[in-house]
């Protein structure tokens, strides 16, 4: 069936919780859900049909169940919680609501009422969207829940609870405003202070602690009642029909401001949707260019660990086989050294031998001697032989080659054994030089090893943390 307020409904469509996600997308699920629902109601109630501000109260019960069940229950609030009737007769009811709330202001809060009067400010100056939303439209939603839920708890009464929360709460502000100073504060800064959730839960906490009996609202409601029987007897029609449209011119003037507010922040909040799309864009572009530099740097750094393992690996084989020459050289020399402290040791020997011999033998000559009178008269006491110096003069010669004969030997041993131990001098430093190029090559392809992980590694992680920052 098509609906009379078609084109209304469309329009306030776009402008209903345009920065939620499930109901920012034109021609989205939600703007989807949301249209049917609003248009369905209009056609099932005929008498009010779709009245600006029900799209606030429908997206709402969308986001907590199907369209069929949302339905329903916006039929059950408008029905039997009597949200209707205050769209009924020229919004005479909502203003019987609102002298219902000045009361209860002249009764919790007279400081704030009478300064109220002072500015001239009337709660339909303030109050209107409160009731006709159910603070829907201007609060954040975690707050709205809790005020449908006490709404389909209490019923409709709870709305004073929450306003005098909200007057309450803001006195020690309001006090200090003039009258477009209160009306700034109410459209601007009231819905911000409860973007807090801790403000939020304070707010409700105060509302239900506050007892507003059925009693009283039924007799502020027949106060209203014979003020406006009392008015009509004592009006000339045309003075009320007057006053009645500048009422409603008015009402007209706020609420045409308050779409042009919610049209300006429509806009506001497509145009930063569109800036942040561009910057993601072109953070995304500047990401994809990082990581394929990231990858040509792994690539150049797998083919250097690559190269570097050849030369370790080429360095390694060439230290292996310098010391394993090391090794048998000093094999060689050690088996030459060996051999020639053998040779030292059984010369060495083989003289103490000759020694002992030749002196157990010169021992018993001396003592035939000793023992002969005759042999006494040719030697001395030193046992030189007396009158023989050219005898004497012939064996020390020959003793004195012979001990020449043996330190020659005995100088060429110990040549031999300086450059033995020369060449085994050489060996070792040869050996301790290897040892330390294979150190230092080792390091070294350890620490290319290591500044190559810990370059990747790095690269790694910076990529993935500004592409993790960007995602947040």
């Not at 109260?57 to 369209?67: F, N, R």
């Not at 009231?190 to 059925?214: D, F, G, T, V």
């Not at 045309?238 to 500048?246: D, H, K, L, V, Y």
């Not at 050849?310 to 051999?339: F, H, P, T, V, Y």
């Amino acid at each position: 069936m098509e609906s009379p307020q078609d084109s209304a409904i469309t329009r306030d469509i776009n402008r209903t919780f345009p920065a939620h996600d499930y109901f920012k997308d034109t021609g989205g699920d939600g703007q989807d859900s949301l249209y049917k629902i609003c248009k369905a109601y209009s056609v099932y109630d005929e008498e009010i049909g779709y009245c600006q501000g029900q799209s606030f109260l429908a997206a709402v019960l969308l986001l907590h169940m199907p369209e069929e069940q949302a339905f329903s229950v916006l039929v059950k609030i408008m029905f039997d919680y009597g949200l209707r009737e205050l769209f009924k007769q020229n919004f005479e009811d909502l203003h019987c609501k609102f002298y219902q709330l000045e009361r209860l202001m002249q009764e919790y809060i007279p400081d704030l009422y009478n300064h109220f009067l002072d500015i001239s400010l009337e709660a339909h100056m303030y109050a209107s969207q409160w009731f006709l939303t159910l603070f829907t439209a201007k609060f954040p939603l975690y707050m709205v829940f809790h005020i449908i839920d006490l709404l389909l708890c209490e019923g409709i009464s709870v709305i004073f609870n929450v306003a005098l929360g909200l007057l309450k709460t803001s006195k020690d502000d309001l006090l200090l405003t003039d009258f477009e100073g209160a009306l700034k504060f109410f459209r601007v800064q009231l819905p911000k202070r409860y973007r807090s959730e801790e403000n939020a839960k304070k707010l409700m906490e105060l509302a239900c602690s506050m007892k507003i009996s059925q009693k009283k609202l039924k007799k502020y409601e027949k106060e209203y009642h014979t003020m406006r029987e009392q008015q009509a007897q004592q009006e000339d029609p045309i003075e009320r029909f007057e006053r009645e449209n500048r009422r409603l011119q008015e009402a007209n003037m706020r609420l045409e401001q308050e779409n042009d507010d919610l049209a300006h922040e429509l806009v506001t909040s497509k145009i930063a949707l569109r800036k942040d799309l561009d910057n993601a864009e072109e953070k995304a572009d500047a990401l994809n260019k990082e990581l394929l530099m990231t990858k040509q740097k792994l690539i150049d750094a797998e083919e250097e660990k690559r190269r570097l393992e050849d030369e370790s690996a080429q360095l390694k084989e060439m230290c292996r086989r310098e010391l394993d020459k090391a090794e048998s050289e000093i094999k060689k020399n050690s088996s030459i050294i060996g051999d020639y402290k053998q040779i030292c040791s059984q010369l060495s020997e083989r003289l103490e031998k000759q020694q002992t011999a030749n002196k157990v033998e010169i021992e018993k000559i001396w003592q035939k001697v000793d023992d002969c009178e005759r042999c006494r008269e040719f030697f001395n006491k030193e046992g030189r032989i007396k009158g023989m110096s050219s005898a004497k003069e012939v064996l020390d010669e020959d003793t004195d080659e012979e001990k020449e004969t043996l330190k020659n030997q005995l100088r060429e041993m110990e040549l031999e054994l300086a450059q033995t131990k020369l060449q085994l001098v050489e060996a070792e430093c040869k050996i301790q030089d290897l040892e330390h190029h294979l150190g230092l090559a080792l390091n070294e392809v350890q620490a290319a090893k290591k500044t190559w992980f810990n370059r990747t590694l790095s690269s790694i992680k910076t990529a993935t943390g500004v592409q993790g920052k960007e995602t947040c």
